[in-house]
């Protein structure tokens, strides 16, 4: 699809751009032209000034040279402007790179070097780390400005491309890459996952048949847009359905309790650690949340105990699973069975199949099974961003290969119970250190907790628990030690406990077991229980 004129609301439409996520602006700024859409920190954008704006600065960028397949950039907050950004990127057929302002200016320069924008759009808060970072490049791209009075204003000529975009003057096909997206790197060094316009399509039309959104729906969006789930998982939903989307750029419990009230916001989704410190919160118990229908979680289980407190305030809870390279929506749990299945993932999203395999044979497992879940679908993504070797090994026979352990009951709804990679093995008796965990949080002294495998010259491998404890509850490495052996089969009991002040955290809130042990990485795999992990893939919703 080429993009429309500035400022109009038509676009002309082409046969291989069906699903090209550039029409939705158009669609909506036709049907709800004066309902709005962004809702960023109390400045509001209607459909029609964002279909505007979007479509003006991808004619802008079209006009400076910027075809499709370039990459742009961004090392910017939650915002509107940002927004912009991503459907002028949709409408020009452009690649939006959406980068951490979290990481350290190394890890950001590496990334930048295998991306090789055309263009970084940075906003002025994170201007420090950005020059940090592109002053490690041989070749720094162009650089500037989100909004009005940057990139919308004046669009800088792109760095000379030796790159492998496409003729600029063809229309947006659904197999053009809309995002590059870094996975978080729980499982390694983070890989930039290229998801299409198809890709975006399928995975917002799978969530809408589960997560139903209507244009009446505000949805309150406090994960970082430099995920996933900062698009894929509401947002994107909301834009296509007409929604009004409340961008947070931090998660404050205390403002995201008022913004509930005051926004009426009627959907949300976060990861498990959003929703404690909610419930957590002093003014939780009495917060005004009539308007809150339900909550999406992702990223990780829900607590037992955590969902009964939602669930007392009245809150619906739609639980999930699924991971970058898939879109990232797999698995989901809908609220009228949550209170029946607590712990569980669910079942699939319609338009994405799954699978069991056996990991160490990689035969395909029936019924009520335990083992390597699979998927695939129109929502799986393209590849990793030149890097075809790590693509070829996240893929047997055409299923990707997610590198998480999994249960399937008699139903067909599915519980995930580990990282492959994490499950290590002690005297022929494999180990999720998740069971453990688990157990280990159960103790009143235990804030929170995690556990790898190490070498034992007996065992083959041992379990290390690393433990942070609860302020104002004394306990100790002996208690921990007997309040285990209490619930655990006796192998999968820690054979030591250490004492952390916190637990090295990814940027979506994930515990980095490889980080806990001194030099970075555990000795142990747990490769040789489970068999080889051929894919380096994130969780992410």
Not at 276 to 289: K, T, V, W
């Amino acid at each position: 699809m080429s993009p429309a004129p500035p400022g109009g609301l038509h676009a002309a439409v082409d046969d291989d751009g069906l699903h090209t996520l550039g029409r939705w602006t158009g669609d909506r700024a036709r049907a709800t032209p004066d309902r709005v859409a962004v809702d960023d920190r109390g400045v509001t954008l209607t459909y029609r000034d964002l279909h505007e704006r979007s479509t003006a600065l991808a004619g802008r960028l079209r006009a400076a040279g910027y075809g499709p397949g370039t990459r742009i950039a961004t090392i910017t907050g939650n915002s509107a402007d940002h927004v912009v950004l991503f459907f002028a990127c949709a409408h020009a057929g452009l690649v939006l790179a959406p980068l951490s302002w979290r990481l350290a200016p190394r890890e950001l320069a590496d990334q930048l070097a295998l991306t090789e924008p055309a263009l970084v759009v940075v906003e002025q808060e994170f201007s420090v780390l950005a020059d940090a970072a592109l002053e490690r490049l041989p070749l720094p791209p162009g650089r500037t400005d989100p909004g009005v009075a940057g990139v919308e204003r004046h669009v800088p000529p792109p760095r000379t491309p030796h790159d492998d975009a496409p003729a600029a003057g063809r229309a947006v096909r659904d197999d053009d890459p809309l995002l590059l997206v870094f996975t978080s790197g729980t499982g390694g060094a983070p890989k930039g996952a290229l998801l299409t316009h198809a890709n975006c399509f399928w995975n917002n039309l799978s969530l809408s048949r589960t997560v139903e959104l209507t244009s009446r729906d505000v949805v309150l969006s406090v994960l970082p847009q430099f995920h996933v789930g900062g698009w894929n998982i509401q947002p994107l939903l909301a834009w296509w359905t007409g929604a009004t989307v409340v961008l947070e750029r931090t998660f404050e419990p205390g403002r995201v309790l008022q913004l509930v009230a005051g926004r009426r916001v009627t959907t949300m989704m976060g990861v498990p650690t959003n929703y404690l410190m909610l419930a957590e919160h002093p003014g939780f118990a009495d917060a005004d949340l009539s308007s809150l229908e339900h909550a999406v979680v992702g990223g990780a289980p829900m607590p037992d105990a955590l969902l009964r407190a939602w669930h007392r305030r009245g809150v619906a809870l739609t639980q999930g699973y699924g991971l970058t390279e898939a879109g990232p929506n797999v698995l989901c749990l809908p609220d009228d069975i949550a209170r029946e299945r607590v712990g569980w993932a669910g079942m699939p999203y319609p338009h994405v199949e799954v699978a069991l395999a056996d990991p160490a044979t990689g035969e395909h497992l029936s019924g009520a099974a335990t083992g390597e879940l699979l998927v695939r679908g129109p929502g799986v993504f393209a590849g990793y961003f030149r890097d075809p070797g790590a693509t070829a090994q996240v893929f047997a026979g055409g299923w990707l290969r997610t590198g998480d352990l999994v249960e399937r009951d008699d139903e067909g709804c599915y519980r995930v119970l580990d990282r492959l990679k994490d499950v290590f093995i002690t005297g022929g008796e494999n180990v999720t250190p998740a069971e453990v965990e688990t157990v280990l949080r159960q103790h009143p002294g235990v804030a929170d907790a995690a556990v790898v495998g190490v070498p034992d010259e007996r065992w083959g491998e041992v379990g290390v628990a690393f433990v942070v404890p609860r302020a104002g509850v004394l306990t100790d490495a002996e208690e921990l030690t007997a309040f285990c052996r209490g619930r655990l089969a006796r192998f999968k009991v820690p054979k030591s406990v250490e004492m952390v002040p916190d637990l090295p955290r990814s940027s979506l809130d994930k515990v980095m077991r490889s980080a806990l042990w001194p030099g970075g990485t555990p000795p142990c795999t747990g490769t040789t229980a489970v068999g080889p992990r051929t894919g380096d893939t994130t969780r992410e919703a």
